[in-house]
């Protein structure tokens, strides 16, 4: 390990200097990354994507295995380190070593990063596929205990632009960029937060909608092996206002909520309550947004459908809005308050986007690059469900970056003896007791 072993100075102190060298020994500033693997071990989750990942290597030459890099990559960028060149001094840091289960003075070293850029490089379509399956049957597990009444299906399309010569990256003109056009999908069962289920790296010149059908058809299919009474409503935005959707959807029981794009015929529906909303506006000077409905039908479309009508006027204008909709119950308030949930979708991007830099991917093959998605999607979903046991804490509703920096971030002292590695934290670490209950949580949520 390459270690700078200059003098700093800082200065004097009540007549004595300040002076400090990175000589400390194995100090580690990723304390947190025990409760990650804690997290890990409770559902399992690397475990079995390392299962579905065969391994083309010579046993005797191996001493990287596919579960300690699948490990080693994920937990990496749950700490905050999405850059594979992190690795090379990561590899001698004692806590991720402890954590990944050698130890943190004696043991073996982890992965180099051309080692972990070998691996990225050797997974195979089909096993991508199958680590898809694994999130999802990960997430279903979680709720095994109680059959849920509704699960909420909230699909978006996001940027993730590009810098070099990636296979697929294409221009895309509503980004204005080289991109990639990944498809997240999350699940709201009941009253539960938003969840990881589905992550999928698409070419940039994709439409928004494309794959979602089968995306869709795929999760529907694993949901309801497990629970077969159980409602399923998609959510989306106009992007996915497809023909070929609906009539699914209609066909085999899944109920919706989508943005319809605005068109003449649907202004001339909404005109006549937009009018009545400008004159409310005038007699009180504050904005105005009243729900209406009507059914209509698009040429494409094999029948009339229920449209929820938005007629909302503010002093900047006319902000109409359309949502579809196969919900018969319901009036067109409820149902479009609850389409306008889909806005916390956002947040769920930009924790994947900002937090983890699932955006990353920078490898030369579209392949490489989807493996390295669903890895950021792992380090999502063991983050997520650290903060779902969280609940009733100041932590409960905190974003992936802040768990990262108040909960994760500890410097720890870390000891290799005979007889036990000891772990060193903070006395007065202000985060200590929640650690205390989390551990507690985690262990007592094992699936």
């Known amino acids: 390990m390459t270690q700078c072993n200059s003098q700093l100075s800082f200065g004097l102190l009540h007549r004595k200097q300040i002076v400090g060298a990175f000589d400390g020994g194995d100090i580690s500033s990723d304390g947190g990354v025990m409760l990650v693997a804690e997290a890990d071990d409770a559902l399992g989750l690397t475990r079995k994507l390392s299962a579905v990942l065969s391994d083309q290597r010579q046993p005797g030459k191996v001493r990287h295995w596919v579960d300690d890099l699948i490990r080693q990559r994920v937990y990496q960028i749950t700490q905050g380190y999405e850059d594979c060149n992190d690795a090379d001094d990561l590899r001698h840091d004692a806590m991720f070593k402890t954590a990944i289960g050698r130890l943190p003075a004696s043991g073996h070293d982890l992965a180099s990063q051309?080692?972990?850029?070998?691996?990225?490089?050797?997974?195979?379509?089909?096993?991508?596929?199958?680590?898809?399956?694994?999130?999802?049957?990960?997430?279903?597990?979680?709720?095994?205990?109680a059959a849920p009444e509704r699960i909420i299906l909230d699909f978006d399309a996001t940027d993730d632009e590009t810098h070099g010569q990636q296979q697929f990256a294409e221009f895309h003109g509503f980004y204005d960029e080289h991109c990639y056009l990944p498809l997240i999908v999350t699940a709201k069962v009941d009253e539960g937060p938003k969840e990881l289920v589905a992550a999928i790296l698409r070419p940039g010149g994709s439409h928004a909608s494309s794959n979602a059908l089968s995306v869709l058809k795929r999760l529907v299919a694993a949901i309801r092996i497990r629970w077969p009474q159980v409602q399923i409503l998609l959510r989306a935005d106009a992007s996915f206002a497809i023909p070929d959707i609906y009539d699914w959807c209609e066909d085999n029981d899944v109920e919706y909520l989508?943005?319809?794009?605005?068109?003449?015929?649907?202004?001339?529906?909404?005109?006549?309550?937009?009018?009545?909303?400008?004159?409310?506006?005038?007699?009180?000077?504050?904005?105005?947004?009243?729900?209406?409905?009507?059914?209509?039908?698009?040429?494409?479309?094999?029948?009339?459908?229920?449209v929820l009508m938005k007629a909302e006027v503010t002093e900047k204008g006319d902000n109409p809005r359309f949502v579809v909709t196969s919900l018969v119950g319901g009036d067109a308030e409820t149902l479009y308050d609850l389409y306008a949930q889909r806005g916390e979708m956002e947040n769920r991007i930009k924790e994947l986007k900002n937090d983890l830099q699932m955006d990353r991917t920078s490898c030369h093959r579209f392949v490489a690059n989807q493996f390295r998605v669903l890895l950021h999607a792992t380090a999502f979903v063991l983050l997520s469900f650290m903060r779902k046991l969280l609940a009733g804490t100041r932590l409960a509703n905190a974003q992936v970056g802040t768990l990262q920096r108040h909960l994760l971030k500890l410097g720890v002292l870390v000891k290799e003896t005979c007889r036990r590695v000891r772990l060193s934290f903070a006395s007065h670490c202000p985060v200590q007791g929640l650690w205390v209950l989390l551990l507690r949580r985690i262990r007592a949520a094992a699936i």
């Open 258 to 306: 989508i943005g319809l794009a605005q068109n003449s015929v649907l202004l001339r529906l909404v005109e006549p309550h937009l009018a009545a909303a400008r004159v409310e506006l005038e007699q009180t000077a504050t904005k105005v947004r009243n729900l209406h409905e009507a059914l209509y039908a698009a040429d494409s479309w094999s029948h009339s459908r229920r």
């Open 114 to 145: 051309p080692t972990l850029s070998r691996f990225e490089n050797s997974v195979r379509p089909c096993q991508l596929l199958a680590m898809a399956r694994v999130l999802l049957e990960v997430f279903l597990k979680q709720y095994a205990s």
